[in-house]
C-alpha cells in the first residue's frame, strides 16, 4: 500500500476529532444559555444539548453507575476490540474509509464523557414537526462510517458471488 493510503485512515480519524471537538467548543461557546439559532426555514437548528444517553439520548434516564458502565467503559472497551480487529484484517476500499469514521466518532464522544460527563450535542434539522434528534459531528461520522462498511459488506458480498477477487486480494488493502 502506497504511503498516502497507509496515511488515510489516521489523517481521517484524527480530522474527525478534530472537527468535532472544535464544533462541541464551539457550541459550549456560543450556544450554551442561548435561544435555538434557526437556519434554511427552520431546516437547521443549531442548539446546546447535554446527552447523559446513547445515540440521541437513548438510555439517559439509566442510573449513573448504569450509564458509567455503559456508555464510558462499554464504549472504550468496543473501541479497543474495534482497533484490535481492524489492525488485523485487510479491508475493502469502502471500509479502509468507514472504520475510521466510526472509531473516530466514538472516541471523540468518548473524550467528552470523560471530561466533561455527558456528550455535547448541537445539530437538529428536519420540517415543520418532523425533526432529527440533537446530535454532533461525531454522530455524523459514526451513521457515514456504517454507511461505508455496509457499501464495503455488500460490495464484498457481490465480488465473492461473482467470483471476483477476495477483500485479502484487493490491490489498495495489499
Known amino acids: 500500500m502506497s504511503p498516502l493510503l497507509r496515511w488515510l485512515p ?3 480519524a484524527l480530522l474527525t476529532i478534530a472537527l468535532d ?10 450556544l450554551r444559555g442561548e435561544p435555538i439559532h434557526s437556519y434554511l426555514g427552520d431546516t437547521v437548528r443549531l442548539q446546546y444539548a447535554r446527552n447523559t444517553g446513547a445515540f440521541l439520548g437513548m438510555g439517559a434516564a439509566l442510573p449513573d453507575v448504569a450509564r458509567i458502565a455503559i456508555f464510558t467503559v462499554g464504549t472504550g472497551a468496543i473501541l479497543v476490540i474495534c482497533v484490535v480487529i481492524a489492525l488485523r484484517r485487510h479491508w475493502p476500499r469502502a471500509a479502509v474509509i468507514g472504520l475510521p469514521l466510526v472509531f473516530a466518532g466514538g472516541i471523540s464522544n468518548l473524550i467528552d464523557r470523560v471530561l466533561r460527563g455527558s456528550v455535547v450535542d448541537y445539530f ?5 414537526a418532523f425533526r432529527t434528534g ?3 459531528v461525531a454522530d455524523m461520522a459514526i451513521l457515514l462510517g456504517v454507511g461505508f462498511l455496509l457499501f464495503s ?3 464484498t458480498r457481490e465480488e ?3 467470483g471476483s477477487p477476495s477483500p485479502a ?3 489498495f488493502t495489499s
Open 134 to 136: 440533537i446530535f454532533n
Open 153 to 155: 459488506h455488500e460490495s
Open 124 to 128: 437538529n434539522m428536519g420540517i415543520g
Open 169 to 171: 486480494q484487493d490491490p
Open 21 to 30: 471537538q472544535v464544533g462541541k467548543w464551539l457550541a459550549l461557546q456560543y
Open 10 to 12: 489516521i489523517s481521517l
Open 160 to 162: 465473492s458471488d461473482a
